[in-house]
T-cell receptor, first 112, second 111 residues
Framework: SAVISQKPSRDICQRGTSLTIQCQVD?????MFWYRQQPGQSLTLIAT?????????ESGFVIDKFPISRPNLTFSTLTVSNMSPEDSSIYLC?????????FGPGTRLTVT | GDSVTQMEGPVTLSEEAFLTINCTYT??????LFWYVQYPGEGLQLLLK?????DKGSNKGFEATYRKETTSFHLEKGSVQVSDSAVYFC??????????FGAGTRLTVKP
């Protein structure tokens, strides 16, 4: 199994600003994922981040809005840029281990 | 593409009642199936899983059987507790390891 931590756990931000969310894993993993969970909704995959390559974004998500870094096999960051109230969500980091995914505790973002 | 359809909530039960949350899937291959649980204020935790047809996943009194003939993976528990109150997500993972989640079902158990 993998233990994942995220920072910050929650934040309240002003519109137009940016927030970088950190994801740390206790073991080396190839595949890392970033999800968004809007209030009362299911999880939506934002992008897949593999170490050593550019992140792959899902339809509706673009690098300018959600830049991702993956500098090594245990760490990744997601930045939410130029935030608006519609970006208020829980952002979850996830890693793949064989056929199972493990999730971080999430970062609860509120944009005012 | 692959997808998961999950019973709409919210579901409200009394303690010790029987729980069923329906989940059906559409997939071109032979996916692995999962149930995740999200307790209030927390991230997702894997509850149980099944990787092939007729497998039964079980954990904490919850069970789900991978039914290929009906493309279903219904979650059941014989006697729910107040502490089971959470949101439950059905999910599948295909050969590309892409995970698809259902919409989630909120369960509230009253004493």
């Amino acid at each position: 199994s993998a233990v994942i931590s995220q920072k910050p756990s929650r934040d309240i931000c002003q519109r137009g600003t940016s927030l970088t969310i950190q994801c740390q894993v206790d073991s080396q993993v190839t595949m890392m994922f970033w999800y968004r969970q809007q209030p009362g909704q299911s999880l939506t995959l934002i992008a897949t981040a593999n170490q050593g390559s550019e992140a792959t974004y899902e339809s509706g998500f673009v690098i300018d809005k959600f830049p991702i870094s993956r500098p090594n096999l245990t760490f990744s960051t997601l930045t939410v840029s130029n935030m608006s109230p519609e970006d208020s969500s829980i952002y979850l980091c996830s890693v793949q281990d064989l056929y199972e995914q493990y999730f971080g505790p999430g970062t609860r973002l509120t944009v005012t | 593409g692959d997808s998961v359809t999950q019973m709409e909530g919210p579901v409200t039960l009394s303690e010790e009642a029987f729980l069923t949350i329906n989940c059906t899937y559409t997939a071109t291959g032979y996916p692995s199936l999962f149930w995740y649980v999200q307790y209030p204020g927390e991230g997702l935790q894997l509850l149980l899983k099944a990787t092939k047809a007729d497998d039964k996943g079980s954990n904490k009194g919850f069970e789900a059987t991978y039914r290929k003939e009906t493309t279903s993976f219904h979650l059941e528990k014989g006697s729910v507790q107040v502490s089971d109150s959470a949101v439950y997500f059905c999910a599948l993972s295909d050969y590309n390891n892409d995970m698809r989640f259902g919409a989630g079902t909120r369960l509230t158990v009253k004493p």
